[in-house]
């Protein structure tokens, strides 16, 4: 093995991240990822004139920080736009739920559980505007 600097243990999107982010920073950076493609859960299928997304979670823009990181990682270009036209859905114990694309309605959405959207609701990076970051 080279000389590294940092070691990554997963190549998921987290790790891919990290990894990058110390590259940009001129560190020597190696991950490892234990599957045969990087990129953990999120894949993209496409079958019988359907497109789906694999992912642990989706990625929602309500914070200017989430462009920062899409356009810092060269992200910006390969985003999908919802035109309000194409749904999305979720499975959900064997149902199919639509996802709602504004905050107010995701909330309150049986996607969630009662005490998930109170926690929501409580979180001040939730609520748009009400954050302060450190810098």
């Given at each position: 093995m080279s000389q590294l600097d940092v070691l990554v243990i997963g190549g998921g999107m987290?790790?891919?991240a990290v990894a990058r982010l110390l590259a940009q920073r001129g560190l020597r950076a190696e991950?490892?990822?234990k599957e045969a493609r990087p990129g953990g859960k999120i894949a993209t299928d496409q079958r019988d004139g359907y497109l789906t997304e694999r992912a642990a979670a989706m990625v929602l823009n309500f914070r200017p920080e989430v462009s920062r990181f899409m356009r810092d990682f060269?992200?910006?270009d390969s985003r999908i736009?919802?035109?309000g036209v194409a749904n999305r859905y979720l499975v959900d114990?064997?149902?199919?739920l639509?996802?709602?694309s504004k905050i107010g309605a995701m909330i309150f959405s049986p996607l969630w559980s009662t005490r998930a959207s109170y926690a929501c609701w409580r979180?001040?990076?939730f609520r748009a505007g009400k954050a302060k970051t450190k810098r």
């Open positions: 987290s790790g891919l991950v490892w990822e060269d992200l910006a736009m919802r035109d114990q064997g149902r199919l639509p996802v709602p979180n001040p990076l």
